[in-house]
Structure formats: C-alpha cells, structure tokens
C-alpha cells in the first residue's frame, strides 16, 4: 500500500510514479491498473477541500482518511472524478472529533466508469453528504455508508445518487447504527431524471438501535421521472432482532457480548475493505467503544 | 453425574397454556425422546427450558444440579451446562462460525482456547459431520441449507461438550444421510457427562440414536412413558391408540 499525506495543502509523502497534486487536485494517471490500494490522509486541517481524478482506463483503490482531533468547527470538500472507464473501489473513513463536523463528498462517474464506494462514519456530530452523478452511460455505483452513533453523538447522512445518463445502475445499502443516546438520521435518495431509460435505482436503509435512548430515522427516496427503468426500494429499523440475540445468547454469549459480535458482523463488508492494519484496528476499537 | 429435573411445568405464549404440567427427570447417560403430534407443546418445552423471551412461565421448576434454570438468563442457562439445537436456528451475517464457536466455547468453558488449538479441533468436528472445509471461515449460517443448518447445529453442540442438549426436531429436512451422521455423532456423545433430550415426531432418527426412555406428549404434558416398545408402537400405529388406551380426547394442531 502507497501512502499519501497530506497537510496544509501540502503533500507530505512522496507521490507515486506519474501522480500530479496542484491546487487541491490529486490527478492519478491513466492506463494502469493499480495492484496495491493507496491511502490518502488528510492530516489536521480542518477546513479542507481536495479533488481526487481518476484518469480513464485506470483501476484503483483508494482508502481516504479523514481524521482530525479538534472539537472546532471542521469542513471538508471532498471530489472525486471518476472519468471513462476507470473502475474505483474508494474507501472513506470519517472520524471527527469536532461538534461541528461538514463532509461533503462529491462523486462524478463518466461513461463506463465503476465506482464501488464505501463510507464509514464514526465522527462524533457530523453533517454527511455523499452525492453521486452518473453522468455518463453504463456508469455504475455501489454505494454503502455505515454510521455508528453513541453517547451524544448526532450524525445526518445523506446518500443522494442522480442518474444523468441511460443505462445507469445505482445501487445503495446504507446502515446507521445508534447506541446509548446517539442519534442518526440516514436519508438515501435516488433519482432518475427524464430520458435516462433503462436506469437502475435500488436502495436499502437499515436503522439500527441498541437501547432504548438510541434514535434512528430512515428516508429512503427514489424521485422517477421517466417509465422505461427498474427501481426498488427497502428500509428497516429496530432492535437487533430477538431471535438473533437469543441464538447468540444460548450459546454462552452474555447480552452486550452477543450485540457486539452481531453490529460488527454488519460492518464486516466495510472493515474488510480497510487494508491499512493500524487504520482498521483504529475502526475497529472505536466502534466498539461506542455499542 | 449431572441431573436435569422437570416439574409441573406450566408454559404460555401470549397468555394461551401450551404446557400444562410437565414432570420429567434426565440424568447423564440418558437419552429422552419427547414423541408426540404437531401442536402438543414439545417444542415449546425445549423453547422454554432455554429461555426464549417470548414464552411465560407461570409456574413450575427446572433444576439442573439443583441450581433452577428458570431464574437464570438465557446466557447463564448455557454456562451452567444446558445446550439447545434448534429447530429453526438464526442467520448472522458478517459473523463467521469460527469466531462465533470460540467466543462460545469461551463463554461456556469459562477458558481462553487458544486460536491454533481451536481451529485444530473446529477442523476435526467439521470432519466428524462431514461438513464443507470451509466452513469456519463461512458466516453463521447465513445461505446454509436446511439440512447443513442442521448439522452445524450438532456441530456447536460438539464443540461446547454441554452437560445437557435439547435436540428440538434435529431430524426434520434431513435426507437419510445426513440424518445418520447426526444420530451417529450425537450418539457418540452419550456418557457419564453427558444426557440429551430428543424432540421428533418421526422415529426415523431413533434408528441411529437409541434412546433409554421414550415419552409421548399430548397437550402439553407428558401423558405415557415408556421404552423403546412406544417408538414402534407409533411407528405403526400413529397417535391414536393413545385416545383408547389412555381415554383421552386431543386433535393434532398447528406446531
């Protein structure tokens, strides 16, 4: 794995081989298919923004950290330009200390571009937007947010994916996990504009809480505005299901062990993905301290 | 030695009696078939003796070693020695089986197992019910067949060495091979440790696991106990002998 740190604007690492960084922009080059995930960290700067390009034809992973230990307010803008063909599997992990925290995270998926996004949210008061344009034929993306929420936690979370081109799949899995007296509100909007025939929209919002002070909303939204598409739509919110809990239970498994074992069983899709070691344990931990 | 005592256990769901006073007494080294029509409580007995939240004990006691089960959480049910296969057991997504049964046998032995020990002998019980290799590092039950959901079921119990298992219809959607090496590995189990409790209304599985006490449950209580003469005497009979001989008047239900 390549690491990239950057801050102040500043890269701090060197950049790899043919990699551009100018003006908030991180270009990575064409025709390459990258074997090794890079791992961008973008270092106490609060009020940040950086466009990340992937040129066409290129396949990549990208880990994007997001971490800062300020309890000021913190806003970042994030982009990341998927252009023709490129296939990006990225990765952001958002872990805020501020109690006035802003990711606004744009994606553009040009035609025949991949993206498999994951996001995984463990700030303590944040404002997430994760806003995707498909804006090319054939662009396809595969979003999936998880939120974990706790004590005074508040984090909204919106996944807003536009289908501006025909032939476009998007495809959402959103979970928000509220613990103690955390609160999260997940809105998932999908929308097909006029024209864009043969679309793909498919959404599932999953709110989760584990006591009784715990707070979750689901706003699962598909906008249509043309006949010739396949949609669908899903939300669920509760407990963790009894009959779960009591299988885990009769095996030995004290409550709180059989809660735990059974949220990071829902987060195994997105810490699976986390490559960097120290990054994942991180997660890991921090997850845990909140349930 | 270990002791498993039942009595008059009365058991409801949503205020309806589906138990009406069940006496029953196992010890270790003992096999107990609760045989019975659809609909007469035999799962609700099995349910209840673990603890399922949704079932109502209004009165009655179940002893394991003196200690009573029916105060105890679900969770401590299982420490102090009491295992349930169940019928229809829970998926888990993202939990793998591996993690799952050493948090378990944690749990239950009271021990830290180490990894390499465990998965040593997770392998040779995936062996024993002849299982997929992979299965370790597959999630709890998530896309298993009903027939492997079975097996896994027997499985956990082998890893967990309880001192008393509830099988609750361990038979039902097994095909004829799988059914004999679940008989054969439970049977295996059977000694001075260990006692079970067998819940079937096909004497299909007694052929592999030969019980020492056959009892016959008709609306919610134990209503004639025997050997091994009953299983064939419903195997040709059916159930409604028991409405002559024992003078009583009951319709098979819904289970």
């Known amino acids: ?291 | 030695m270990a002791k498993l005592e039942i009595h008059n256990l009365h058991v409801g769901i949503e205020g309806k009696e589906i138990l009406k006073g069940v006496d029953l007494v196992v010890n270790s080294g003992e096999v107990h078939a609760i045989m019975g029509p659809n609909g007469t409580g035999k799962s609700t007995l099995a349910s209840a003796l673990m603890g399922h939240p949704k079932y109502e004990i209004t009165e009655g006691e179940a002893l394991l070693d003196g200690t009573n089960l029916l105060e105890l959480e679900v969770d401590e049910r299982a420490r102090a020695g009491l295992f349930l296969a169940m019928q229809y057991p829970a998926e888990v997504p993202g939990v793998t089986n591996s993690d799952f049964m050493r948090q378990a046998l944690r749990a239950t032995s009271g021990k830290d197992v180490g990894l390499f020990e465990f998965a040593l002998k997770y392998e040779k019980v995936v062996e024993e019910l002849k299982m997929r290799p992979d299965l370790a590092h597959r999630y709890l039950n998530e896309g298993f067949s009903g027939g492997e959901r079975k097996r896994n079921e027997i499985l956990q119990l082998k890893v967990i060495r309880p001192k008393f298992a509830i099988l609750d219809e361990i038979d039902s959607g097994l095909d004829v091979d799988a059914l004999k090496i679940v008989g054969e590995n439970v049977s295996e189990l059977v000694d001075e440790n260990f006692g079970c409790i067998l819940i079937t209304h096909y004497q299909r599985i007694l052929d592999h696991i030969k019980p020492t006490n056959v009892h016959i449950m008709i609306d919610g209580k134990i209503v004639l106990s025997g050997g091994q003469e009953l299983i064939e005497k419903i195997d040709k009979n059916g159930y409604e002998w028991i409405k002559d001989e024992l003078g009583i008047e009951f319709a098979e239900g819904e289970e």
């Not at chain 1, 740190?5 to 064409?30: A, C, G, R, S, W």
């Open chain 1, 1 to 291: 794995m390549r690491d990239i740190v950057i801050e102040k604007q500043m890269v701090q690492t060197k950049l790899p081989k043919d990699f551009v960084y100018d003006n908030h922009t991180l270009t990575i080059p064409k025709n390459i298919a990258f074997q090794d995930p890079i791992k961008i960290t973008i270092l106490d700067d609060h009020n940040d923004s950086l466009k990340i390009v992937v040129s066409e034809n290129t396949s990549i992973k990208i880990i994007l950290e997001v971490k800062n230990d300020t309890l000021e307010a913190s806003t970042y803008h994030l982009n990341l330009l998927a252009k023709k063909n490129s296939h990006v599997k990225y990765l952001l992990v958002s872990e805020l200390k501020s109690k006035k925290g802003l990711v606004e995270h744009y994606f553009t998926a040009e035609r025949d571009s991949k993206l498999d996004l994951l996001g995984g949210f463990v700030s303590d008061i944040i404002d997430a937007k994760m806003h995707v344009d498909l804006i090319g034929e054939g662009a396809e993306v595969k979003m999936r947010a998880v939120a974990v929420s706790s004590d005074e936690n508040q984090q909204n979370i919106d996944v807003l994916i536009v289908h501006k081109a025909p032939n476009t799949i998007g495809d959402m899995t959103n979970i928000g996990i509220a613990n103690k007296q955390g609160k999260i509100i997940l809105n998932g909007v999908e929308k097909i504009e006029k024209g864009m025939k043969n679309a793909n929209a498919f959404q599932t919002l999953k709110g989760i809480i584990t006591s009784d002070q715990a707070i979750v909303e689901v706003n699962p939204i598909l906008l249509i505005d043309e006949f010739d598409v396949k949609a669908g739509h899903g939300a669920t919110i509760g407990k963790i299901e009894e009959d779960v809990l009591y299988y885990l239970r009769s095996r030995g498994l004290t409550q709180q062990e059989a809660e735990k074992l059974i949220i990071n069983g829902f987060l195994k899709p997105i810490i699976d993905e986390i490559d960097d070691e120290p990054l994942k344990e991180r997660f890991v931990n921090l997850v845990n301290s909140r349930i």
